[in-house]
């Protein structure tokens, strides 16, 4: 064929530069990426399977156990979002046509109810609205009732920015021979956790929230009784590339003598995410936890201050990484957060899933996690209250 055969011209918007804005990033996530996280990203690329970047993947095995408190072999990081998590739990833990319980009280529930039906799962819903939160005698009621393989809760509930208690489920859960999954996507780094002292079996989070990681990255881990039950399986998982036999070689967790290769691994990603745990263990985690403590109780202040109302009524039980407001009476949120956005440069949210339309959502974590950050959010608030006409209804 002669070179001139190309039918489809090079696209205009090719031939312009990449045009990315600086914005305050100050809803559920991403977050801000500190400089010394983008550095890293930004170094020379190696080979998936260089000596040196098994030595990376090793450190960020010991910083996920860290960030965990696990002392767990089985320890990785997913190449993908959160949901790359979400997938990998479900599918290599549970098998078609065992009973999982899905915790739902806000869109991760869902999602993963969803993911667990789609791999053929028989999934038990127990639902609460946005906000709500379960006790442990209804988990237990609910899990004797349906024995489940699987017991599914969301620790950082960020699309009602609740954090769920959580001790005593691990135990209920190890009573009744199932395994305890929580995902702390939106909490991990802002809100205590202890994956070994609180026997979660598995346990996830993304990059891109308190960790200030860039998105696409995932770290999860799995105990004992979890590898137990997800190697003795009498199917293969669904996803290949996300199937815990071949990813546990890749992160040199298994008992093989060498690594092979089975995918290519973000190679940037993962020398960012190393560097967001390496911020993390130098900071410690209880300064993490009581830092975003301490902002966010100011954050609370200052809304109330303005006549906001938190949506969450309970201080104890709201996520310190995001915050949501209940909508102020009269206005359209999506004008709020636009005017927001186009006098501020500051992303705020509306709710997400079921909560559309009940919240609005400030999210200030790891590198944003700071007084003068809030005082943004709170002056852009106060702003656009100003200035977002009362709706006539
Ligand atoms: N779980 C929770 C609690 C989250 O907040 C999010 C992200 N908003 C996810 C899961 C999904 O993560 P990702 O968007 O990285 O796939």
Redesign the pocket.
Known sequence: RPMSSVTIPPPACMLRPLEAPLRYLFG??PSNVPPRILAAGGRPIIGHLHPEMYEIMNDIKKGIQYAFQTENNMTIAMSG???AA?ECAVFNTVEPGENVVIAINGI?GERVAEIAERMGANVHRMVKSPGGYFSNKEIEQVIEKHKPVLFFL?H???SAGLCHPVDGIGDICRKHDCLFLV?T??SLGAAPIFMDQQNIDILYT?S?KALNAP?GT?PISFNERACQKMFNRKTKPVSYLFDMTHLSNYWGCDEKPARVYHHTGPVSGFFALRESLAILAERGLEASWKKHKEVAAYLYRGLEDLGLKLFIPDRDLRLPSVTTIAIPEGYDWRELLMYIMKNHQIEMTGGLGPSIGMVMRIGLMGYNCEKHNADMALHALADALKNCKKSKA
Do not use: L, N, R, Y
Request: aromatic residues 6%; without cysteine; negative net charge.
């Open positions: 559920p996530g979002s959160g949901h979400m991760w969301t950082g509930e960020s995902d996507v939106a993304g891109q998105p995932a």
